[in-house]
């Protein structure tokens, strides 16, 4: 066995309906990771330990508004504490719905990618992975519109998108000297060959955007007929 990565996860959720039209959502969740890989780690095993606490409000102030609010406190062993919101709001008018919505995105590096190391076979090539202890954790905020048509045969929405992220993590490739000192004895080439070594960095900036349409018409009870259209636009700058 050259690895074995165990998860504990455990969590506690509570709805409670409110006066004046209010709907909250609270709860708390926590994860252990433990990773024992005594030739892929350089101390043998690693773990993490994350616990969060969140809430969500949902008004509903009249029929055809709904406004969502909402907070996420996430604490983890190795990077510390923050604190993450949301918002969106949806609107009703006649048969289309409107909805905008704005997040923010936490993520820190799991174990394997602050730790692990091994050599991964994909079709005729070769590649070495390698953990970076010196990540960061990502951080994201997230941007949406949504326009929808509910129609008695046609329905059709329109959603776009925009997700700008800083120290997106990523599994880049780098040269062999880039390979701390301590593993090259378990790189089994010197760059020169098929095996190509790659590691877990911190991207200086990312960007996503996008947009996504989809059209539905029923003509009878027994046909349907659909169909959907996807854009992504990327970009990333290490």
Known sequence: LQ???????????????????HTLNAGAEYRYDYLKAPERTETGS???????????????????????????LVDNRNFGVRLTPKVSTMLSAGDFRFRMGWSQGFKTPTVKELHYRYL??????????????????????????????????????????LNRLDRMIALVNVPVGEIPAGI????????????????????????TCGLDVTLSYQPTKELTLG???????TKAHL
Not at 7 to 21: D, E, N, Q, S, T
Not at 132 to 154: C, D, I, K
Request: proline share 3%.
């Open 227 to 233: 169909c959907a259209y996807s854009y992504l636009d």
């Open 120 to 161: 991964h076979v994909m079709g005729s090539s070769t590649f070495f992975n390698i953990g970076n202890l010196n990540l960061r954790p990502q951080t994201s905020n997230y941007w949406s519109a949504n326009v929808e048509y509910r129609g008695r045969r046609l329905t059709a929405s329109v959603t776009g998108y």
């Open 3 to 21: 690895s074995d990565l165990q998860r504990v996860m455990a969590g506690l959720k509570g709805i409670f309906y409110l006066p004046h039209a």
């Open 46 to 72: 690693a773990s993490d330990q994350t616990a969060a606490l969140y809430a969500q409000d949902e008004y509903n102030p009249t029929a055809w508004l709904n406004v969502t609010a909402g907070l996420r």
């Open 184 to 207: 090259t004895t378990a790189y089994s080439g010197d760059g020169s060959s098929n095996v190509q070594a790659r590691m877990y960095k911190n991207m200086d900036d990312a960007r």
